[in-house]
């Protein structure tokens, strides 16, 4: 199956799903998108893939004190794009820009998600040690 990120189409169905699963969950009102968060959404490269729009979701519905909630909601409460909210569109990269930008987004991704370790780090990607330590370097990845 491919990534949602190649399923663009797919996230606004897949984001209403998931806020009306959710509201039925923790009986509440299913939350409105407003249209500049939908268009974000889309935008969005979603490295957690579909896992990280349902957790999303979740916290939208949870979070969503009038029944609607607009971008600067979602970006205060979550900081859901991290930094890359106002990045460079893909169209605006060149395919090794967006190869290295999105290497450097997986290798942090695992880093948080193992904690720091290496090892298993580069064992998950496919890589060496040695390898995953000079794309630290590369990428100015701060492991601290």
Known sequence: MPSLRERTEDIPELANYFLKQFAAQYQMPVPLLKEEVITQLVAYKWPGNIRELR?????ITVLAEN????WEELTQHFNLLRKKVEQKRITDMSLLQEKEELEKERIIQLLEKYNGNKS???KKLGIS???LYKKIQQFKINTR
């Open 55 to 59: 957790n999303l979701m979740e916290r």
């Open 120 to 122: 298993v780090a580069a």
């Open 67 to 70: 029944g609607y909630i607009n």
């Open 129 to 131: 040690r040695v390898t």
